[in-house]
Nanobody
Framework: VQLVESGGGLVQAGGSLRLSCAAS????????MGWYRQAPGRQRELVAS???????NYADSVKGRFTISRDNAKNTLYLQMNSLKPEDTAVYYC?????????WGKGTLVTVSS
């Protein structure tokens, strides 16, 4: 199983980035998927999730700014991040969850400068 994140980078406050997570080795369509983030010195937190039926859920801190989506034909999860803030700076991780089994990617760094 591999979850490979991409799309991170350095962006100014107010800017946008789109993260991607390419999944392999799993039946992607049955998995609930999520994006988590971990800032230096802080615990990993849920940013957004999407069920196998495409129902999204967002942390209050990103509602209205971030959009999670999935393309089951491409086995890919996305996170569109708009109006980025310095406090969004973190390593962003892709997560796949089904029937008690969780998989994690290695993360992609997002840095938002003020």
């Amino acid at each position: 199983v591999q979850l490979v994140e991409s799309g991170g980078g350095l962006v100014q406050a107010g800017g946008s980035l789109r993260l991607s997570c390419a999944a392999s080795g799993i039946t992607f369509s049955v998995y609930n998927m999520g994006w988590y983030r971990q800032a230096p010195g802080r615990q990993r937190e849920l940013v957004a999730s999407i069920t196998s039926g495409c129902t999204p859920n967002y942390a209050d801190s990103v509602k209205g700014r971030f959009t999670i989506s999935r393309d089951n034909a491409k086995n890919t999860l996305y996170l569109q991040m708009n109006s980025l803030k310095p406090e969004d700076t973190a390593v962003y991780y892709c997560n796949a969850y089904y029937a008690g089994v969780k998989y994690w990617g290695k993360g992609t760094l997002v840095t938002v400068s003020s």
